[in-house]
C-alpha cells in the first residue's frame, strides 16, 4: 500500500483498491405518517411504503416539488439523499339524487377528508311539496338539513326529504261574510274535495264560488286541489234580492 508521502525515485505501478461506499439515505414525511429509519446504502431496489390518516400515499421523489419520482436508490448512486414522500388527501363523494319524485339535475360534490361540508339547500321540486331536508334513501327519514354540515370522512348519496305544501285560500267575499267553517289552507290530499260553505250578505243571495273574478267558468260545487298546486282565490257571486212592497192596492218596486 502506497501512502502517497514516500519518494518515488524509479517506476513503480500503482493499483487501486476500492471498498464498497455507503450513503445515508434520509426520508422526509411532509408531517404524515411514521418516517423510516435513516439507512447507510449504496442500493435500495425497494423503497418503504407509508400510511397516514385521511391520505393517500403517491410515492418518493428526490424534490420537495414533486417533480422527479423516486422509485429506488440504483446501484452506482453516490452521495447523501433526501427522500420527500408525496400525499393526497383522500376524497369522498357526495352524490344528489332526485328520487322518483324529484326533478332537477344536480351534480356531484367532492368532500376532503376531515373538512366538513355545507349540504346544499332545497334544489329539487315535486308538485305539491317541498324539500326540507336530505335523506339517505329515497323517500326515508330526514337525516340531514338543507345547509346542513356533513362531516362523516366517507361518500354518501343524498335524496330529497319532502313535506306537504300548505297553500292558502283567499276569499274575495265583495262586501260578505264567510263561513267560518271554509278551510284557509289546502294541501293535495284534497284532491277529493273541499264541500265550501256559502258566504252571506244582507239583501243578496249567494250565486257560488268562482276562481274567476268576472265569474266567467262553472261555479265550485267542490273546491278540488289539482295541478297546477299554488295559492288559490274564490271570489263570491252574489245577487241582489228584490222586496215588493204592496201599499193602498198597488204595488211598486
Given at each position: 500500500e502506497?501512502?502517497w508521502?514516500?519518494?518515488?525515485?524509479?517506476n513503480?505501478?500503482?493499483?487501486?483498491?476500492?471498498?464498497k461506499?455507503?450513503?445515508k439515505?434520509?426520508?422526509?414525511?411532509?408531517?404524515?405518517?411514521?418516517?423510516?429509519?435513516?439507512l447507510n446504502?449504496g442500493?435500495?431496489?425497494?423503497?418503504p411504503?407509508?400510511?397516514a390518516?385521511g391520505?393517500?400515499?403517491?410515492?418518493?421523489?428526490?424534490?420537495?416539488?414533486?417533480?422527479?419520482?423516486a422509485?429506488?436508490v440504483?446501484?452506482?448512486?453516490?452521495?447523501?439523499i433526501?427522500?420527500?414522500?408525496y400525499?393526497?388527501i383522500k376524497?369522498?363523494?357526495?352524490?344528489?339524487?332526485?328520487?322518483?319524485?324529484?326533478?332537477n339535475?344536480?351534480?356531484p360534490?367532492?368532500?376532503?377528508?376531515?373538512e366538513?361540508i355545507t349540504?346544499?339547500?332545497?334544489?329539487y321540486?315535486?308538485?305539491?311539496?317541498?324539500?326540507?331536508?336530505w335523506?339517505?334513501?329515497?323517500?326515508?327519514?330526514?337525516?340531514?338539513?338543507?345547509?346542513?354540515?356533513?362531516t362523516?370522512?366517507k361518500?354518501?348519496?343524498?335524496?330529497?326529504?319532502?313535506?306537504?305544501?300548505?297553500?292558502?285560500?283567499?276569499?274575495?267575499?265583495?262586501?260578505?261574510v264567510?263561513?267560518a267553517e271554509n278551510?284557509?289552507?289546502?294541501t293535495l290530499d284534497d284532491?277529493?274535495g273541499?264541500t265550501l260553505k256559502?258566504a252571506t250578505r244582507v239583501?243578496y243571495?249567494?250565486?257560488?264560488?268562482?276562481?274567476?273574478?268576472d265569474f266567467s267558468?262553472?261555479?265550485?260545487?267542490k273546491?278540488?286541489?289539482?295541478?297546477p298546486?299554488?295559492?288559490?282565490?274564490l271570489?263570491?257571486?252574489?245577487?241582489?234580492?228584490?222586496?215588493?212592497v204592496?201599499?193602498?192596492g198597488k204595488?211598486?218596486?
Amino acid at each position: 500500500e502506497y501512502d502517497w508521502e514516500t519518494a518515488v525515485n524509479e517506476n513503480i505501478s500503482l493499483y487501486a483498491k476500492w471498498e464498497k461506499g455507503s450513503y445515508k439515505v434520509t426520508f422526509d414525511v411532509n408531517d404524515h405518517g411514521t418516517a423510516p429509519a435513516e439507512l447507510n446504502v449504496g442500493y435500495l431496489p425497494i423503497l418503504p411504503k407509508l400510511k397516514a390518516d385521511g391520505f393517500a400515499f403517491k410515492g418518493w421523489f428526490y424534490d420537495g416539488s414533486f417533480t422527479n419520482p423516486a422509485n429506488q436508490v440504483t446501484k452506482g448512486s453516490y452521495g447523501d439523499i433526501t427522500l420527500y414522500a408525496y400525499w393526497k388527501i383522500k376524497e369522498f363523494v357526495i352524490n344528489y339524487q332526485a328520487g322518483e319524485e324529484g326533478v332537477n339535475n344536480v351534480p356531484p360534490v367532492v368532500k376532503k377528508y376531515g373538512e366538513p361540508i355545507t349540504l346544499l339547500g332545497a334544489v329539487y321540486q315535486r308538485p305539491g311539496y317541498e324539500q326540507d331536508g336530505w335523506s339517505t334513501v329515497d323517500n326515508g327519514e330526514k337525516v340531514y338539513d338543507l345547509n346542513g354540515l356533513y362531516t362523516d370522512n366517507k361518500p354518501v348519496q343524498l335524496f330529497p326529504h319532502w313535506k306537504k305544501v300548505a297553500y292558502t285560500i283567499t276569499y274575495v267575499l265583495n262586501g260578505g261574510v264567510n263561513d267560518a267553517e271554509n278551510p284557509a289552507t289546502y294541501t293535495l290530499d284534497d284532491s277529493t274535495g273541499i264541500t265550501l260553505k256559502n258566504a252571506t250578505r244582507v239583501g243578496y243571495k249567494f250565486e257560488g264560488w268562482y276562481e274567476a273574478e268576472d265569474f266567467s267558468g262553472s261555479k265550485i260545487a267542490k273546491f278540488q286541489a289539482k295541478t297546477p298546486y299554488g295559492n288559490k282565490t274564490l271570489y263570491a257571486k252574489w245577487s241582489q234580492i228584490v222586496v215588493t212592497v204592496k201599499a193602498e192596492g198597488k204595488s211598486c218596486d
